[in-house]
């Protein structure tokens, strides 16, 4: 069975700085698709960036870029020019190839002005 | 629609009665997925239906939880005997196909509180 980490449950950055949060994963399978979603206090989750595992290139999505290192089974989420409006819980996710989300346990990240 | 749709958005029940929330996925999306999200945990996968079957109905805890989508569009939960265990919040996403790369949009989810 898949399992997502994520060892991070807060993290702090200062407005208009970079911060880092980390992903693991654990999976038998070659080929899957990893996402970062975004859950601000509305509960909606929000895609914010999805990775194909066959692609070696990092995906990016303006400020937000991935580190992707399959070989590691890492999944990192750089947010580059923090904002006042990137503050909520942020979640890694595999899907695996019967469809379904697996989810972290989230990452709660607040700006500080 | 523009959106997932889910109601009730908050829904508060007594102990052993019987609950029914409904999501109302985007136009068009023929793949329909539940998640239950715990207080400070990740969602996690309940049911999984293509068109008007149950593809997968590996993560529904026990049989007092049913899912149904009879036209292949709305889809409704269904929770007998509800528990205090059972309070969450149930999160409904709807994707264009079934492949890996198609992406799951989420609704505002419904907030169960079990008295």
């Known amino acids: 069975a898949q399992t997502v980490t994520q060892s991070q449950p807060e993290m702090s950055v200062q407005e208009a700085e970079t911060v880092t949060l980390s992903c693991t994963y654990d999976?038998?399978?070659?080929?899957?698709?990893l996402f970062w979603y975004k859950q601000p206090p509305s509960r909606q989750m929000i895609l914010v960036i999805r990775?194909?595992?066959?692609?070696?290139q990092n995906a990016t999505e303006n400020r937000f870029s991935v580190n992707f290192q399959k070989a590691a089974k890492s999944f990192s989420l750089k947010i580059s020019d923090s904002q006042l409006g990137d503050a909520a819980m942020y979640f890694c996710a595999y899907r695996n190839q019967g469809g379904k989300l697996i989810f972290g346990q989230g990452t709660e990240l607040s700006v500080k002005p | 629609g523009a959106g997932v749709s889910q109601t009730p958005s908050n829904k508060v029940t007594e102990k052993g009665k019987y609950v029914e929330l409904r999501c109302d996925p985007i136009?068009?999306?023929?793949?329909l997925y539940w998640y239950r999200q715990s207080l400070g945990q990740g969602p996690e996968f309940l049911i999984y239906f293509q068109g008007t079957g149950a593809a997968d109905d590996s993560g529904l805890p026990n049989d007092r939880f049913f899912a149904v989508r009879p036209e292949g569009s709305v889809s409704t939960l269904k929770i007998q005997r509800t528990e205090r265990g059972d309070s969450a919040v149930y999160l409904c996403a709807s994707s264009l196909g079934q492949g890996q790369s198609s992406i799951q949009y989420f609704g505002a989810g419904t907030r169960l509180s079990v008295l």
């Open positions: 999976t038998s399978e070659s080929d899957y698709y």
């Open positions: 990775q194909e595992a066959y692609k070696q």
């Open positions: 136009s068009g999306h023929t793949a």
